[in-house]
Each structure stands twice: as C-alpha cells, then as structure tokens.
C-alpha cells in the first residue's frame, strides 16, 4: 500500500470516528432530570406518572418520551415536538398546543378535553377511546389515525382532515364546524354524526354513509341519501 492510500484510508477513519462519537453525543444530549421549561429536551425519556400540570414546554423536543398516566392538564405545548410519544391514560385537559407534532403518538383513552390544538398534526396517531369533547381543532390533521371510539363532542372540527382515518365508533354527535372537514375514505363504522349539518363535507361518499349513524336532523352532501338504518340504536359501551 502506497503512503497516500494509507494517509487517505486513516482520515476516512478518523472522520468515522468523529461523526461517530457526535451522533453517540447527539442521542445523549437530553436532560432527562431537567425541570420543564421553553425548549426542554426530554426526547426518549421517561415521564410516566408525573404532575406537570401548567408547565410550560412550549417548543419542547419531547419526541418518544413516555407521558404514561402523566398529569399533563393546562400545559403550554405550543409547537411541541411529541412524535411517537407515549401518553396513553395521560391527561391534556385545557393544554396549549397548537401547533404541536403529534404524528404517531400512542395516546389510548387519553383526556384530551378542552384541549387547543389547531394546526397541530396527530398523523397516524393512535388515539382509541381518547376524549377531545370541547377540543379546539380548527386546521388539525387526523390523517390514518386510529380513532376508534374517540369523543368529539363539542369540539371545533372546522377545516379538520380526517383522510384515512378510522373513526369507528367515534362521537362526532355535538362537533361544531363552519366550514368544511375531510373524510375522504375516512372508516365511518357507526360512527355518530346525529343532528350535524355535513353538507359542506369533502370527500364522504354513500358507502361510508351507510355504515354511520345519523338521524333524521343530520343534513348530507348533495347527490347523497340517509339509509333506511337510521337512527342507529344507542351505544351502550
């Protein structure tokens, strides 16, 4: 091997090396122990069962970190970085999070009542049985989230898109929007619209009419018929 080649083969090492070490350094740069605040790093840290209500994490990186069962009501997680989150049981009662990332998320039965999210992303977000009554969701995505049993009564659903989303067995009975939200190929299986006024929906075609439960308040797109179904009886669970 020529001195050239052997210099040039040890620089490639070295520089492997270092970039080695910085990403290594990188992966540990969160301060697990550090008290919330603007622009804390939490990202795959452990969080479960905590009180932190009121907190203010605005801008926070909190990407996988485990909210589990953690008290997160009236905190400020305005342009927060949540992805792949765990917050299952996990309260956001009246949080500040417009804005918020929440793309993947794991947040089964969480409170999210009350909650200020508009323009906030839940991407692919698995959010079964979770509570969004009263919620402020104005520009939100639900796009191929799992909804299933979700409860959106009395929250503000204008501009939402649910594309892709399953909403089996959700709540919408309640929601208020001014103008239009998307449910292009959205799973609407007895999921409740009782009593809404959909005509300016986007994307809701007969079939996934059939499968949901209206009434005879419940006002459709034009060209699309309520099914002799309806009213569904109650749902018990």
Known sequence: MSTNSFISGAAVFVVAIVASAYACGAAESADCKGSPGRGTDWHDCNKRLLMLGGSDLEGSNLVSTDFTMTDLRDTNLGSANLEKATLVRASLAGARADKANFTRVEAYRGNFSGISAQSASF???????????????????????????????????????????????????????????????????????????????????????????????????????????????????
Request: charged share 25%; hydrophobic share 40%; glycine share 10%.
């Open 123 to 237: 991407v692919s977000a698995e959010l079964q049985r979770t509570d969004f009554s009263g919620a402020r969701l104005t520009g939100a995505d639900f796009e191929k989230a799992e909804l299933g049993r979700a409860n959106f009564e009395g929250a503000v659903l204008t501009g939402t898109r649910f594309s892709m989303a399953n909403l089996s067995r959700a709540n919408l009975s309640g929601a208020v929007f001014e103008g239009p939200i998307d449910l292009d190929r959205a799973f609407l299986f007895l999921t409740r619209i009782e009593g809404l006024d959909l005509s300016a929906v986007t994307g809701l075609k007969q079939e996934q009419v059939d499968l949901a439960c209206g009434d005879g308040a419940t006002k459709l797109p034009a060209g699309l018929s309520a099914p002799a179904k309806w009213p569904c009886p109650p749902d018990d669970d």
